[in-house]
């Protein structure tokens, strides 16, 4: 059957380039087939230079809402009317939506699922606790966004361009006071949770990291998620962390808000999760 053809049901989206690997329209089946919302959600592969005019024609031809994810995240920021808090603090959107009055709404889950995973789920306290984040990149933002408002006694971020990190601190300052070294001079005392942002990962490589930086129970958790475990975690396990996790809760979870922003109502996660790590295992 062909899904698109189907009259009467709203569409949504995920939007990449590449987008083949994309676990989401698996994902947002799942929620709908489990809260009973009537929805078909598929992904499509846009390039850079399609993807202002794939927005405009989608939203005209009633489309529901789009997840946005590389290289789209700061356009679809850009071209967006409204902007939510923490969209706003990231400088990126992975949610756009049309609202009542038909302009252009534009949110940045990615935080809220990654705090949901890390608190909620795999039960690590924040509060008080000090945060070391790798990568000053969108990934790092989007986490950033909603890791502020966590009760954190202190964020640091380390990445490899200092004036990246530089620039982050600087955005967020309004908010919160960010320390940013880069990782060759970085002078660190340990840290309770260290999450790595960094796209790196999944080729195997790590940034320069001092195992030092791991407290005694410390949580490393990489935004990444691949079958096998990334060379974070590879790293934060030889290193003795007490607890290291993969981003495929994240990755749930953002979903989980994304659907809520849109449809009013929040899917359980647990079980999706559960299947999501069987497929990958
Ligand atoms: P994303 O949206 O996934 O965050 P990005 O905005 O391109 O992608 O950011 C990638 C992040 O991974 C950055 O922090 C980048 O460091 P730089 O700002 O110095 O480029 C980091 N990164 C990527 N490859 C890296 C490498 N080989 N060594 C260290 N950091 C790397």
Same mark, same amino acid.
């Given at each position: 059957m062909d899904?698109?053809?189907?009259?009467?049901? =709203?569409?949504?989206?995920?939007?990449?380039?590449?987008?083949?690997h994309s676990q989401s329209p698996r994902i947002h089946t799942l929620f709908a087939e489990q809260t009973g919302e009537e929805l078909i959600y598929t992904k499509q592969r846009v390039t850079v230079d399609e993807f202002t005019q794939f927005v405009g024609s989608f939203f005209a031809e009633n489309g529901g809402g789009l997840n946005v994810t590389l290289p789209? @995240?700061?356009?679809?920021?850009?071209?967006a009317d409204?902007?939510?808090?923490?969209? @706003? !603090?990231?400088?990126?959107?992975?949610?756009?939506?049309?609202g009542d009055d038909g302009s252009l709404q534009a949110d940045n889950t990615d935080g809220a699922g990654l705090v949901h995973d890390l608190s909620i789920n795999n039960r690590i306290t924040l509060t008080n606790r000090k945060l070391l984040v790798l990568g000053a990149g969108?990934?790092?933002?989007?986490?950033?966004?909603? !890791?502020?408002?966590?009760? !954190?006694?202190?964020?640091?971020v380390l990445n490899r361009t200092l004036a990246r990190? =530089?620039?982050? @601190?600087?955005?967020?300052?309004?908010?919160?006071?960010?320390?940013?070294?880069?990782?060759?001079?970085?002078?660190l005392s340990?840290?309770?949770?260290?999450?790595?942002? =960094?796209?790196?990962?999944?080729?195997?490589?790590?940034?320069?990291l001092d195992p030092d930086l791991l407290s005694d129970h410390c949580c490393c958790y990489d935004m990444m998620y691949s079958p096998k475990p990334t060379a974070f975690m590879d790293w934060a396990k030889r290193h003795g962390a007490g607890k290291v996790f993969d981003g495929i809760g994240m990755l749930v979870e953002q979903a989980a808000e994304s659907f809520f922003v849109w449809?009013?109502?929040?899917?359980?996660?647990?079980?999706?999760?559960?299947?999501?790590?069987r497929v990958s295992a």
């Open positions: 899904q698109d053809r189907i009259e009467g049901v =709203t569409r949504y989206a995920v939007v990449g380039d590449p987008v083949a789209h @995240k700061e356009t679809a920021f850009e071209l409204g902007h939510s808090r923490r969209s @706003k !603090l990231a400088r990126a959107a992975n949610t756009l939506w049309l969108g990934a790092a933002r989007g986490a950033l966004a909603s !890791l502020v408002e966590c009760g !954190l006694s202190s964020i640091t990190a =530089t620039a982050l @601190k600087a955005d967020f300052a309004a908010v919160y006071p960010i320390n940013v070294q880069d990782f060759t001079s970085a002078r340990p840290h309770d949770i260290i999450i790595n942002a =960094t796209s790196m990962s999944l080729s195997g490589y790590i940034p320069p449809r009013g109502v929040r899917p359980e996660t647990a079980d999706v999760i559960a299947t999501l790590q």
